[in-house]
Structures are given as C-alpha cells and as structure tokens.
C-alpha cells in the first residue's frame, strides 16, 4: 500500500507563487503516474497536471498550462506542482494520486490511491 502526504499550501495574494509537496511512502508499486488534481467549493474534482516518471513525460489541463509545473525529485519519492502566476480561480483544495488504472489522467476515477489534500487560497 502506498501512502500520499500533500504539503506547502497556503494562502497567497493574486499574481503569488507556492509550490506543492506529494510524498509518496510504503509500496511504490505502480505510481509510475502522479497527478494532482484540485476541487473548489462546490465543483468537481479536475485533474490539474499528471507526471510519467518512468518517461518524463508531463500533461497539463488548459487552465494552468505554462502556470504549473509538475516535477518529481531524483528517487520519484517526492512530486512537486511549482504554481506561479496564480490567480483566484486557482483557489481549491489540492490532492495528489496514483496507482493509475487509465485511461485518462484527467478522471478521478483512474487513479486509487489520494493523499488527504491541502488548502491553497489566492485572494485578488
């Protein structure tokens, strides 16, 4: 089993950076794929960056491409989602996951194991 610890969220003023902490612990068995996704009050769940260790390879939602940046450390451990340039509507509680079943990165469905999430606010 694996478990997932978010960090570093906090509050920010519009235009603020943060970066976001997903520790990863326990089996890594199948966590070649780390997202985060994020959920605002009253919304659903949407997948925010995705990141494939094994190749590198990195996918972004529309709303925060060339914003975040998604980035695992050298023993894939930790992922990082640097957010720069942020804006109020960044606001939401972020959640990291893996255990990957597919298809889509976007879908909350896909992944089985979530960290607990951590608050990000941005005010105007």
């Known amino acids: 089993q694996v478990q997932l610890v978010e960090s570093g969220g906090g509050s920010v003023q519009a235009g603020g950076s943060l970066r976001l902490s997903c520790t990863l612990s326990?089996?890594?068995?199948?966590?070649?794929?780390v997202a985060w996704f994020r959920q605002a009050p009253g919304k659903e769940r949407e997948g925010v960056a995705c990141?494939?260790?094994?190749?590198?390879?990195?996918w972004y939602s529309d709303p925060v491409k060339g914003r975040f940046t998604i980035s695992p450390d050298k023993g894939g451990n930790t992922v990082y989602l640097q957010m720069n340039s942020l804006k109020p509507e960044d606001t939401a509680i972020y959640y990291c996951?893996?255990?990957?079943?597919?298809?889509?990165?976007?879908?909350?469905?896909?992944?089985?194991?979530w960290g607990q999430g951590t608050q990000v606010t941005v005010s105007s």
């Open positions: 990141v494939d260790i094994g190749r590198s390879s990195t």
């Open positions: 996951a893996t255990r990957y079943l597919g298809p889509r990165w976007t879908n909350p469905a896909s992944y089985r194991s």
């Open positions: 326990g089996s890594t068995y199948g966590t070649d794929y």
